[in-house]
């Protein structure tokens, strides 16, 4: 026990030191000087966000100083092939050893990572590391116990297997730390010409930064062999990061603190969809790209929830913000029936990589496909395209489980008989599912795909066999968020 809490306060506290330094002087120091190299524009992590971290990391290493005592134990008892002399078996072993360690870890990472992503583990494991959107170094070790010990299960069995110096042990820490400490950094050091073989097979900052905005895809540790070859890698991972090493003056938005938003309007769309309609002295909310999300605080009785819903307003054509929420949970349900005009909510500006901004020279063709509540973040791109592509041709592939759930039903069909660029069709299940040949109805299209996870798989499973590329595919990723072990036992709901 003496030994646990000497060896557990040495590691807490050598960690918290090297990520507040980092923190200190990649965030503060020269946080300014390095704009440009920001991964993500919109800053979100503030006290709030880091304080849950560094409380996450105090139990995180609970479970990883756990691991060590355990190795520790089985190599005093000889039941591991840990040795002292380093170069005992000669310098190239070393060097194997470090090789193969970096291979299996690789390997042992990917693949559990993939697992930890499954609905059914996510959001009693995973999420918690996952509340993290904007990444720093104070991400880096905020995992849940169960995760800091899964992750690092690997070496067990190969110390059992294989001889590993003390010094090979020491050498992949500092390797694994550094590279953890680098994914979770927020701003992209590589230079440019890491986008070229062989630098490009590497994990880079901003290849991990989009994992925490998309979820599904960018699941490697050290490089990026797994996502190649198991087609999950995120499809804007090498031109979010040429884009970042093109930036110039890059302007850094705050994004970390809740601003108030009034309550002007409730229209119940459908018997279980509300539209709540937003207004606000605050100009910044009305600089957004369809697609984008906002993050509310919202008081429900005495308790705080914290939810992200897509914007339904489209940015330069509504002056009032508005989201469309589906019954699901317990803030949809207060606005559905107890929210009354003048309330107030919180909210952070918003935010979203799945997003549009329209380019009138062009002539494009679009294809999108939602399912229900889905249509959100579509309907706002939609506008945005009859509105400022009008050579663009746009086509609609709307699922639903009734006619009488079809949110925007008398706004889409007035829009396909005031545009003809525009088609719109309805699928309504029972009746007719969204095919091969619905997807394929114009060359060179680009898709945008919103909804349920079935509906999202399935149609780019059809999509793949259509040979569409991934550069032209464009997913809405949710998750749900964690869920305390605690919680499990008072029936609670996701935290975000």
Known sequence: MLEFIKQYFTTVL????????????FWVIFGQKLSNRKIQLSKRAGWAQIKGEIGATLLSFIGGTTFSILLISLKDGGLTKFYVE?????????????????????????????????????????????????????????????????LTFWLLPLAILMPISMTVLGIMQVIGTLNNLKSHLGYELFPKFFNLPPFNML?????????????NGNYGLFFRFWDIVCDTELNTTESTFNEIHQRENASIIDNSKYRTLIIEKLVKETPDAVSVYFKTTDKEFYN??????LTLKVKVGSKIYHRCFS?????????????????????????YNTSKIGDEVESLLPIGDFNFKPNITVQNNYVLVAGGSGITPLYSMII???????????????????????????????????????????????????????????KNACYYLCGPDSLKDETSQQ??????????????????????????????????
């Open 384 to 442: 945005q395209m009859l509105q400022f592509e009008p050579k663009s041709k746009v086509i609609l592939l709307y699922s639903n489980r009734k006619v009488e759930s079809i949110i925007f039903k008398k706004e889409l069909d007035q829009l396909a008989r005031q545009y003809p660029q525009f088609e719109y069709i309805d699928f309504i299940s029972g009746n007719k599912r969204i095919e091969k040949n619905d997807l394929n109805i114009y």
């Open 14 to 25: 050598a960690a918290l030191t090297i990520m507040s330094v980092a923190y200190l002087i």
């Open 203 to 215: 994990v880079n900052a901003t290849n991990h930064s989009l994992h925490h905005t998309h979820y």
């Open 311 to 335: 914007l339904s307003s489209s940015p330069n054509i509504h002056d009032f913000l508005r989201i469309t929420v589906k019954l699901k949970g317990e803030v949809s349900h207060h606005f």
């Open 288 to 293: 957004y790209k369809a697609g984008q999300y």
């Open 86 to 150: 380093a170069g005992k078996y000669g310098l190239w072993y070393e060097f194997f050893m470090i090789f193969i360690m970096l291979v299996i870890s690789d390997t042992w990472f990917y693949w559990s990572h993939r697992v930890m992503h499954h609905p059914s583990i996510y959001k009693y494991v995973h999420a918690l590391h996952h509340k993290s959107l904007d990444v720093n170094p104070y991400t880096s070790s905020s995992f849940h116990v169960i995760e800091s010990l899964w």
């Open 463 to 496: 999509l793949k066999d259509l040979g569409i590329s991934k550069s032209n595919i464009n997913i809405e990723h949710f998750a749900d968020g964690y869920v305390p072990w605690f919680g499990l036992f008072k029936g609670q709901k996701p935290s975000i």
